[in-house]
């Protein structure tokens, strides 16, 4: 059974720092697209950062130059440098695995349960 666990959330102050990793466990082939999105209490989840198999990248306008999204298809993991944090990118962060094919040939699509990060002023 595939599962996305992430880690690396927590408080941190305006300006600083944080970096989200994602790890994909179970019976893997591939995955097309790992992603972060991000929702905010009253607000709809929005894309934060995408990246596909061949490294091709896609930011969300809010974050475009301050955050990097990688992905390391050996270990199955997407990681999320994020710089410069606003209070306004607090949210619950969740990792996203697209056209992931598992180890019987199945094609599906899975979300990890959340992390928080909470950005003080």
């Known amino acids: 059974q595939v599962q996305l666990m992430e880690s690396g959330g927590g408080l941190v102050q305006a300006g600083g720092s944080l970096r989200l990793s994602c790890a994909a466990s179970?019976?893997?082939?591939?995955?097309?697209?790992l992603a972060w999105y991000r929702q905010a209490p009253g607000k709809q989840r929005e894309l934060v950062a995408a990246?596909?198999?061949?490294?091709?990248?896609n930011y969300g306008d809010r974050v475009t130059g301050r955050f990097t999204i990688s992905r390391d298809d050996a270990k199955n993991t997407v990681s999320l440098q994020m710089n410069s944090l606003k209070p306004e990118d607090t949210a619950v962060y969740y990792c996203y695995a697209g056209g992931l094919i598992d180890g019987t040939g199945r094609r599906n699509n899975y979300w990890g349960q959340g992390t928080q990060v909470t950005v003080s002023s």
């Open positions: 179970g019976s893997i082939f591939s995955i097309s697209v």
């Open positions: 990246i596909i198999s061949g490294g091709t990248t």
